[in-house]
């Protein structure tokens, strides 16, 4: 399987291997396009049921979590039944540069999910393009969130999120919207007791160049996905786990179809905790500084070098109040000599002899 980072190459190779395994395609029989950088783009049909659904994902270079468990769901001994009356059509990466440099942005420098308006960027449209001749009934839309994420009210991580987003400014609750809802909810509650952590809902603040709301303004049910951290889980491998898991309800619950009552969709969905940015990778409390005892927030700055992801410690604030939890708390009342040891500045990496939190993959 895929690690969390992989070049390009390998994302290539695992998808070469996955088609072999599934006919006789070939890579350029399945490519849809090209990147600013001109690497290839790649569309997988799958299934010939009624029902059409999109998924596309790694929008945004440095998520790949939803792309590994893309993988795990094309090879699931399951598929079949899971395509019964159902279409897929997958675009598993939509920025390859992006993914080989581990950056959010394409090539341009440009956030492809703010760019569903103005179509600045080949990649937009190859997205655009699909979904206008493709026609889906439904819209997965898979992203990566980082591991700052937190419930509004009390100390669990966000270990995965979802969002039916709006199609308008008034966040009209249309048709579409309470379909998206409905696929939520069915993941919240067969998930809800697995996670670590809790599941958490975005924002509904309306953003027409955001691709998920330019799609629900075309009556299209889309739905947000965003694989997050708990614990220590740096490889997301089992919140890929979980992607997988989502993935499968997802479709089984678009199979069963009709909304059924508005208001029960609503009361479910508006009960999924809502986020806040309240986490750190690293809390470490009772330094002794000249001043007092201060609590350090660290976050890990992720960096790709010769093919190795990097998870640099960086201080990012000293008691700040918006940072209350640390996926890791230290307290270094019970490491006295460790004071001694930190070399601290912020926005510059924590450095330590003996407190070991570097990672690398
Ligand atoms: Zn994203």
């Keep these: 399987m895929l690690s969390r980072y992989f070049s390009y190459q390998q994302f290539e190779d695992a998808l070469k291997a996955i088609l072999k395994t599934m006919g006789q395609k070939s890579l350029s029989d399945i490519e849809i396009g090209k990147s600013?950088?001109?690497?290839?783009?790649?569309?997988?049909?799958?299934?010939?049921?009624?029902?059409?659904?999109?998924?596309?994902?790694?929008?945004?270079?440095?998520?790949?979590?939803?792309t590994r468990a893309l993988f795990k769901f094309i090879k699931s001994d399951d598929l079949d039944s899971l395509l019964r009356n159902i279409s897929l059509?997958?675009?598993?990466?939509?920025?390859?540069?992006?993914?080989?440099?581990?950056?959010?942005?394409?090539?341009?420098?440009?956030?492809?999910?703010?760019?569903?308006?103005?179509?600045?960027?080949?990649?937009?449209?190859?997205?655009?393009?699909?979904?206008?001749?493709?026609?889906?009934?439904?819209?997965?839309?898979?992203?990566?969130?980082?591991?700052?994420?937190g419930s509004?009210?009390?100390?669990?991580?966000?270990?995965?999120?979802?969002?039916?987003?709006?199609?308008d400014l008034e966040k009209?609750?249309?048709?579409?919207?309470?379909?998206?809802?409905?696929?939520?909810?069915?993941?919240?509650?067969?998930?809800?007791?697995?996670?670590?952590?809790?599941?958490?809902?975005?924002?509904?603040?309306?953003?027409?160049?955001?691709?998920?709301?330019?799609?629900?303004?075309?009556?299209?049910?889309?739905?947000l996905f965003e694989a997050g951290h708990s614990g220590d889980d740096y490889s997301r491998d089992r919140v890929t786990d979980l992607m997988y898991e989502s993935l499968k309800i997802a479709i089984n619950?678009?199979?069963?179809?009709?909304?059924?009552?508005?208001?029960?969709?609503?009361d479910v969905y508006n009960s999924i905790p809502r986020m806040n940015k309240s986490y750190v990778d690293i809390l470490i409390k009772n330094y002794q500084s000249i001043s007092g005892l201060k609590t350090l927030g660290v976050q890990y700055h992720e960096q790709v070098k010769e093919g190795v992801l990097y998870f640099v410690p960086v201080l990012?604030?000293?008691?700040?109040?918006?940072?209350?939890?640390?996926?890791?708390?230290?307290?270094l009342n019970d490491f006295l000599d460790y004071n001694n040891d930190l070399i601290l500045e912020e926005n510059l990496e924590i450095r330590s002899k003996s407190l070991d939190i570097g990672i690398f993959y």
Aim: aromatic share 8%.
């Design 36 to 66: 600013v950088k001109d690497r290839s783009i790649y569309g997988i049909k799958l299934g010939t049921g009624k029902i059409k659904i999109l998924i596309w994902s790694q929008m945004h270079g440095n998520e790949s979590s939803t």
């Design 89 to 149: 059509y997958i675009i598993p990466v939509l920025n390859p540069d992006g993914t080989e440099n581990w950056t959010r942005l394409n090539a341009n420098n440009v956030d492809l999910n703010r760019d569903a308006i103005d179509l600045t960027q080949p990649e937009s449209r190859i997205l655009r393009s699909v979904f206008d001749h493709f026609n889906p009934d439904y819209c997965l839309n898979l992203h990566g969130q980082r591991s700052i994420f």
């Design 152 to 167: 509004l009210d009390g100390d669990q991580p966000a270990q995965i999120s979802f969002l039916a987003p709006a199609g």
């Design 172 to 223: 009209t609750i249309s048709q579409a919207r309470l379909k998206s809802m409905q696929v939520i909810n069915a993941i919240h509650g067969q998930l809800k007791n697995k996670v670590n952590g809790v599941i958490g809902r975005y924002s509904d603040d309306f953003n027409i160049n955001c691709v998920g709301d330019y799609m629900t303004s075309k009556h299209v049910p889309t739905v």
């Design 253 to 266: 619950t678009i199979k069963k179809g009709a909304v059924i009552d508005k208001y029960d969709i609503l």
């Design 316 to 331: 990012i604030g000293i008691n700040r109040e918006d940072v209350l939890y640390g996926h890791r708390e230290i307290d």
